[in-house]
Each structure stands twice: as structure tokens, then as C-alpha cells.
């Protein structure tokens, strides 16, 4: 059964996935890329994309990163996660974050409320699509082909989601780092404890990794 996958999704200590401001030069908000400082060290983030950061590398946060491309086929992602451009397309210039070599290698379903025709870059091919969470997750299962969907954020996304009920696994990475603002995770979800239960935790040099699952 295809499951809808939450992985690597780095929230600080106060509960903030993202600073505020995002932009061409914040993609992930004011101060946000330290909520990412463990998955840079990574032997998986630096085969996909590259990376500064020389080993040594932890163990628990290169396996945690490894399992989140693992038996996946295809993707959804928030519009902020594929760019900073707001409101309706001006054109079709913004071609995402990450250069001619996008990291899924699948299908990419981006949720949105203006059309614009698929983009192919890469191996990766990016749907937009309008009709909302529901109709993004039916056409992902679909493109999977019997594998998971993973679920890459931004907060108001995966809180869709969770909303729904729709997650299956979610995988946090609690960082050191305080923000004191930006967008949480964790809003305006009083049902969540009666959905999904932590099922472990794991702490790496740099971080505290969780594993919530739906509850039996």
C-alpha cells in the first residue's frame, strides 16, 4: 500500500519549520538554513547537491537522510517550497531551487492555486497542481506506481496533511537552534495526539530525530 511520507522535516526548538521572509537569497525564511545544518553534513545531501561541510559524518543523521529517498516515487511539495514567487506566474522563469538537477528524480506534484503547464528538468518533472491536497495525493499514488509519496513540506503543507489525517509517518528533526519567529509546524491541531503517536526518538551529535506514526 502506498503510505504518504513525512522525512527529514527539521522544526527548532521553539517549533518553527521555517524563518520569516522567505526570499531568492532566504529560501527558507531569515535564519532557517540552521534548522538544515545536520542534513548539509550528510553523505546523501552532498551526493545530491553538493555541500561544504567535510566528514566526519553521524551515522543516525546520514541513515535518517538515506531513508527518505528510499522506495519513493514521487513527490508533493507546497509552492513556497518550489520558490519564492507569489500570487500568479509573471512567466515561467522560476525553475525552483536547485539548478538544472533537481534532487526527486520522479514526479513532482507542487500544490498551488494558479495553473502553469508541467516542467520537466532534470529527470524530475513538475505538475502543478490546483485542485487541492486531495487531488494532489490521488495523482502522486498514482505516478508512484506502488511506491510512497513523500510529503517535502513547506509547515502549512504537511499541516494539510496531518489535518487530514492523510500522514502515515512523520519524521522530525528537532535542531538546537531558536528562531523566535516564522511559520510552526504544530498549529491548530487539537487532534493530533488522538491520530498519531511518537514511536521513537533517536539523538544524533547534532540533533533529536522522531518518528510519529499514525496510531493503531
Known amino acids: 500500500m502506498t503510505r504518504l511520507r513525512v522525512h527529514a522535516f527539521s522544526i527548532s526548538l ?27 553534513a550528510t553523505n546523501r545531501y552532498r551526493d545530491e547537491l553538493g555541500g561544504p561541510t567535510p566528514p566526519p559524518v553521524d551515522d543516525v543523521d546520514d541513515a535518517a537522510m538515506t531513508a527518505g529517498f528510499d522506495g519513493i516515487g514521487a513527490w508533493i511539495l507546497g509552492r513556497n517550497m518550489f520558490g519564492p514567487v507569489r500570487g500568479p506566474w509573471p512567466d515561467e522563469s522560476w525553475t525552483g531551487w536547485w539548478g538544472d538537477e533537481p534532487p526527486y528524480h520522479c514526479d513532482v506534484f507542487v500544490l498551488t492555486h494558479h495553473p502553469r503547464r508541467p516542467l520537466e528538468l532534470g529527470g524530475t518533472t513538475f505538475h502543478f497542481v490546483t485542485d487541492g491536497v486531495h487531488a494532489a495525493l490521488d495523482r502522486a499514488r498514482e ?18 496533511y496531518l489535518r487530514a489525517h492523510l500522514v502515515d509517518d512523520l519524521h522530525l528533526v528537532v535542531a538546537p537552534v531558536l528562531l523566535g519567529r516564522g511559520e510552526r509546524l504544530f498549529e491548530d491541531l487539537a487532534d ?15 540533533s533529536v530525530h522522531v518518528h510519529v506514526e499514525k496510531a493503531a
Open 14 to 40: 521553539d517549533g518553527f519549520a521555517a524563518g520569516p521572509d522567505q526570499s531568492a537569497d532566504d529560501p527558507m525564511g531569515v535564519g532557517g538554513m540552521e534548522l538544515h545544518q545536520w542534513a548539509f
Open 143 to 160: 505516478a508512484a506506481a506502488g511506491l510512497d509519496v513523500r510529503l517535502g513540506g513547506g509547515a502549512a503543507t504537511v499541516r494539510q
Open 192 to 206: 493530533l495526539p488522538a491520530v498519531y503517536r511518537v514511536a521513537s526518538t533517536r539523538q544524533s551529535t547534532t
